[in-house]
C-alpha cells in the first residue's frame, strides 16, 4: 500500500472475514446440517456443533436421491457438453477465420444471432425438435407423396411416420447446449491473433488445413481450450432447466434434478439432513474442478470480455 | 411460427390466428405482473451481488497478506448451481428451521413467512439467486482493479487523497466498464439463469410473485401446456436478449476503440 493506515488495514482484515464468512455461511450451516440427526436438525434453533451422524445421511441421501444413477448422467452430460462445445466452436471458428468463401461473414452473424439465445428462451421450438428429430422433414415427406411411392415399392398400403426422438437419452441431454457462441467467438478472437505467417509457412510446407489445425492450432489452444473446459464444465454440470424438460425416466435424470426428490414437502417428516447431504454430494465435483482450476477458471471467465 | 398458431392441448389441430397470440399476452394482467415482478426481481438481483461483489473486491484489492487463500474463498459459490443455491436458502429460511428466518423473526419482529407472503418469496428468491452471483461478480472486479496501474493510486495518494477519496475518484470510474457489463451480465442471469432457484424453491407462487418471464414460459408451455402463448413468450424474451446482446456489443466495440 502507499500510506501506513493501520486502522484501515484491521478494518479491511474485519470486513474481509465477514465477506468470507457471509459467502461461506450457507454452506458451513449446511455442512453441520448434514452431520446431525433428524431431532437435532428440526429444533429450534439448530444446534451449531457438528454431529457424528454425517455417513448415515450420506449414505440415506445417496440412496433416497438414487444419486450413484444420477452423478452417473450428470457426469456423462457435463463431460458431453464441455468436449461437443468445444470441438464445434473450434471447428466452426476455424473455418470463419481461415476458409474465406462465400457468405463466411452472414455464416458468422447468424452463429451469433441464433446462439446468443440460451435455452432457456428457445425451450418449446427445441423441446419440440427432440421429441421428434424428423419432424421438420415431415412436410416434406407428405408433399413429395413418398407415401405413395413407399407403398407403390413395398406393394401394400403403408403409412410412414418419420420419428427419432432424442428424449430421455443422452443425446437429447447434449447436443441443445452444445452450440455455444460464446466459445465460437473466443476461439475466433485467438485465431485471429495467430499471425498469418505461421499458416502460410505451414501451407509452404505441405501442411493441409486439418494438418494445420492439429498440429498447430491445437497446441497454441491449449491454454484457452483448458479455461473452458473448466467453464463449460461447470456450465453443464448446473443445467436445470433443459433436463428437467426433457427427462422423465428416473434412471436418465441429472444429480441437480433428482435433488428436488429430497426436499422435505410441507407435510413430510423434515429430513433437512438428508437433503443437505445430498446436495453437499452434488456440489462437490463442479467445486472442486473450479477450486482445482482456479487459475485457468479466472483466465476463461475474464478473457473473453476483454 | 408457433406463437401464430392456437393448438389445442392434444396437439392434433393447429389454427393460425396471426397475432392473437401476442395481443392476449399484453392485455393479460398476470403477464404484465410478471414482467414487473422480473423488473423488480432482476434489478434488486443485480444491485445486491454487485455491491457487495465490489465490496469485497475492494477490500480484498487492499489485503496483502493471505491472498490466495482469500481470492478460493470467496470464488467456490460460482461452482454452485443456481438450483442448489435454491436448497441451501430454502433451508436457511425456511420459516420454521431455518435460522436465518428465526433472526429476522426475532430481532427485526417481522412476522416471516415466504410459504404465504409474496414479498418474503421474492426477497428469498433474491438472496439466493444474488448470492450466486456475488463471487461471478467479485472475480471481474478482482480482475479489473488489478490492471489499473498502481502509479495513478500512488500519484493521488502523493497528492494526499485519502483511501476513500481515491476510491471513488480513481478506481471506480476506472472500473466503469467492468460495471456496465456486469450489470448486463447479472440482467441476463437473472432474466434466464434463475430458473431453476425459482423452480426448487416457488415454483412462481405465492399468489404468481416469484413468477418471472423464464418461469411463466415453462409454466404455460408444459404445464398448462398453452404452447401458442408460451411460444410468444419466447418470441417475447429472444427479443429482449436479441436488443441486449446489440447494445452490448455496440458497447464492446467502443471499449475496444477507446483503448486503441
Known amino acids: ?59 440415506a441421501a445417496w440412496e433416497k436421491g438414487n444419486l450413484g444413477t444420477n452423478l452417473v448422467n450428470s457426469f ?53 425438435m427432440a421429441a421428434n428429430l424428423f419432424g421438420p422433414l415431415q412436410p416434406v415427406w407428405d408433399l413429395l407423396h413418398l407415401d405413395g411411392l413407399a407403398s407403390w415399392f413395398a406393394g401394400h398400403e403403408i403409412e410412414v411416420a418419420l420419428e427419432w426422438s432424442l428424449l430421455d437419452s443422452y443425446p437429447g441431454l447434449i447436443l441443445p447446449l452444445v452450440a455455444s457462441a460464446t466459445c465460437t467467438f473466443l476461439f475466433r478472437q485467438f485465431f485471429l491473433t495467430i499471425p498469418e505467417e505461421l499458416c502460410e509457412a505451414a501451407k509452404m510446407d505441405g501442411a493441409s488445413p ?36 426433457i427427462t422423465t425416466n428416473p434412471k436418465m435424470l441429472t444429480a441437480v434434478i433428482g435433488l428436488q426428490n429430497l426436499i422435505p414437502a410441507a407435510d413430510d417428516l423434515p429430513y433437512w439432513n438428508e437433503a443437505l447431504a445430498g446436495t453437499l454430494i452434488v456440489m462437490l465435483p463442479p ?14 471467465l475474464v478473457d473473453p470480455e476483454k | 411460427m408457433q406463437s401464430f398458431m392456437r393448438s389445442d ?11 392473437d397470440n401476442f395481443i392476449a399476452l399484453f392485455t393479460d394482467p398476470l403477464y404484465l405482473k410478471s414482467i414487473g415482478t422480473t423488473l423488480v426481481f432482476s434489478t434488486c438481483v443485480a444491485a445486491v451481488s454487485i455491491s457487495i461483489g465490489l465490496f469485497i473486491a475492494t477490500m480484498a484489492n487492499r489485503a496483502l497478506k493471505a491472498k490466495a487463500l482469500i481470492r478460493t474463498m470467496l470464488i467456490w459459490p460460482y461452482a454452485v448451481a443456481p438450483a442448489i443455491s435454491g436448497i441451501l436458502w ?45 463471487s461471478y461478480n467479485f472475480v471481474f472486479f478482482i480482475a479489473g482493479m488489478q490492471a489499473i496501474p498502481g502509479s495513478l493510486i500512488e500519484a493521488a495518494a502523493m497528492d494526499g487523497a485519502s483511501p476513500f477519496r481515491r476510491f471513488w475518484k480513481i478506481t471506480l470510474p476506472l472500473l466503469s466498464p467492468t460495471l456496465f457489463f456486469l450489470t448486463v451480465m447479472n440482467i441476463i442471469y437473472s432474466f434466464f439463469e434463475t430458473f431453476g432457484v425459482i423452480h426448487m424453491m416457488t415454483q412462481g407462487g405465492p399468489g404468481g410473485a416469484t413468477n418471472i418471464l423464464v418461469y411463466k414460459v415453462y409454466q404455460d408451455g408444459f404445464i398448462g401446456l398453452d404452447l401458442g402463448s408460451s411460444a410468444a413468450q419466447s418470441i417475447v424474451l429472444m427479443s429482449l436478449i436479441i436488443v441486449i446482446t446489440v447494445f452490448q456489443f455496440k458497447y464492446v466495440e467502443r471499449k475496444v476503440q477507446y483503448a486503441g
Open chain 1, 1 to 59: 500500500m502507499v500510506e501506513k493506515t493501520p486502522i484501515l488495514d484491521t478494518l479491511t482484515y474485519i470486513f474481509l472475514l465477514i465477506g468470507i464468512v457471509v459467502v461461506g455461511f450457507p454452506i458451513i450451516y449446511s455442512i453441520i446440517a448434514a452431520t446431525l440427526p433428524i431431532e437435532e436438525v428440526s429444533q429450534v434453533p439448530m444446534p451449531l456443533i457438528p454431529g457424528d451422524q454425517f455417513w448415515v445421511n450420506i449414505q
Open chain 1, 76 to 128: 456423462i452430460m457435463a463431460a458431453g457438453i464441455t468436449f461437443g462445445k468445444i470441438v464445434v466452436s473450434m471447428l466452426g471458428a476455424f473455418s470463419i477465420v481461415y476458409f474465406d468463401y462465400r457468405f463466411r461473414i452472414v455464416a458468422f452473424v447468424t452463429v451469433f444471432c441464433t446462439l446468443m439465445l440460451p435455452v432457456e428462451v428457445r425451450i418449446l421450438p427445441t423441446y419440440e
Open chain 1, 210 to 245: 486439418m494438418v494445420f489445425f492439429r498440429k498447430i492450432l491445437l497446441p497454441l489452444s491449449k491454454t484457452n481450450i483448458a479455461a473452458l473446459i473448466v467453464i463449460e464444465f461447470v456450465y453443464g454440470w448446473n443445467q436445470y432447466l433443459w433436463p428437467l424438460l
Open chain 1, 287 to 300: 467445486v472442486l474442478v473450479v477450486l482445482f482450476m482456479q487459475r485457468w477458471f479466472v483466465k476463461g
Open chain 2, 9 to 19: 392441448p392434444f396437439g392434433q389441430r393447429n389454427t393460425f390466428i396471426w397475432l
Open chain 2, 90 to 134: 430454502l433451508f436457511l429460511l425456511h420459516p420454521s428451521y431455518g435460522v436465518v428466518a428465526i433472526a429476522i423473526k426475532r430481532w427485526l419482529g417481522i412476522d416471516w413467512n415466504p410459504v404465504l407472503d409474496g414479498n418474503d418469496a421474492l426477497f428469498m428468491v433474491v438472496m439466493a439467486s444474488a448470492w450466486k452471483e456475488i
